[in-house]
Protein backbone atom coordinates (compact mmCIF):
# COMPACT_ATOMS: atom_id res chain seq x y z
CA UNK A 1 0.00 0.00 0.00
CA UNK A 2 1.44 3.30 -0.67
CA UNK A 3 1.16 5.75 1.49
CA UNK A 4 2.93 10.12 1.67
CA UNK A 5 4.26 11.35 4.77
CA UNK A 6 5.49 14.73 5.29
CA UNK A 7 8.82 15.82 7.42
CA UNK A 8 10.60 19.38 8.24
CA UNK A 9 13.66 18.57 9.52
CA UNK A 10 15.24 20.86 11.81
CA UNK A 11 18.72 21.62 12.58
CA UNK A 12 22.01 22.33 10.53
CA UNK A 13 20.29 21.55 6.97
CA UNK A 14 20.67 24.27 4.80
CA UNK A 15 23.57 24.96 2.84
CA UNK A 16 25.39 21.49 3.10
CA UNK A 17 23.85 19.39 0.92
CA UNK A 18 21.19 17.99 2.90
CA UNK A 19 18.35 18.38 -0.01
CA UNK A 20 20.25 16.76 -2.97
CA UNK A 21 21.23 13.93 -0.03
CA UNK A 22 17.81 13.81 0.56
CA UNK A 23 16.74 13.22 -2.65
CA UNK A 24 19.72 10.73 -3.76
CA UNK A 25 18.69 8.57 -0.61
CA UNK A 26 14.92 8.97 -1.97
CA UNK A 27 15.16 7.60 -5.50
CA UNK A 28 17.71 4.86 -4.10
CA UNK A 29 14.29 3.88 -1.87
CA UNK A 30 12.32 4.51 -5.34
CA UNK A 31 10.51 7.29 -3.25
CA UNK A 32 8.54 10.22 -5.16
CA UNK A 33 7.79 13.52 -3.63
CA UNK A 34 9.29 16.50 -3.54
CA UNK A 35 12.44 18.49 -0.70
CA UNK A 36 12.59 21.82 -0.04
CA UNK A 37 14.52 24.58 2.25
CA UNK A 38 12.18 26.27 4.32
CA UNK A 39 12.51 30.24 4.60
CA UNK A 40 12.61 29.29 8.45
CA UNK A 41 16.16 27.30 8.17
CA UNK A 42 14.06 23.99 7.79
CA UNK A 43 13.81 21.56 5.05
CA UNK A 44 10.62 20.27 4.43
CA UNK A 45 10.17 16.97 2.04
CA UNK A 46 7.06 15.20 1.09
CA UNK A 47 7.73 11.36 0.27
CA UNK A 48 5.34 8.74 -1.05
CA UNK A 49 5.43 5.47 -1.56
CA UNK A 50 5.78 1.55 0.66
CA UNK A 51 5.71 1.76 4.15
CA UNK A 52 8.80 0.05 4.96
CA UNK A 53 10.34 2.34 2.22
CA UNK A 54 9.60 5.43 4.17
CA UNK A 55 10.37 4.05 7.34
CA UNK A 56 13.66 3.54 6.44
CA UNK A 57 13.97 7.30 4.95
CA UNK A 58 12.81 8.63 7.87
CA UNK A 59 15.99 7.05 9.82
CA UNK A 60 18.26 7.84 7.20
CA UNK A 61 16.80 11.58 6.97
CA UNK A 62 18.61 11.66 10.98
CA UNK A 63 22.34 10.80 9.55
CA UNK A 64 21.89 13.36 5.98
CA UNK A 65 25.58 14.35 4.66
CA UNK A 66 28.34 14.52 6.24
CA UNK A 67 28.02 17.98 7.32
CA UNK A 68 24.56 18.08 8.57
CA UNK A 69 23.37 17.67 11.89
CA UNK A 70 20.03 17.03 12.08
CA UNK A 71 18.15 18.01 15.91
CA UNK A 72 14.52 16.61 15.44
CA UNK A 73 12.07 15.50 12.42
CA UNK A 74 8.85 16.62 12.64
Same mark, same amino acid.
Given at each position: MT?? !?K?? !?? &? /? *?? &? *? &?? /?RWFQQQALALQLNGYVRNLATGEVEAVIIGLQAALQEMVERSYEGPKHAQVLNIM
Open positions: KA !ILI !IQ &G /R *VQ &G *V &GY /R
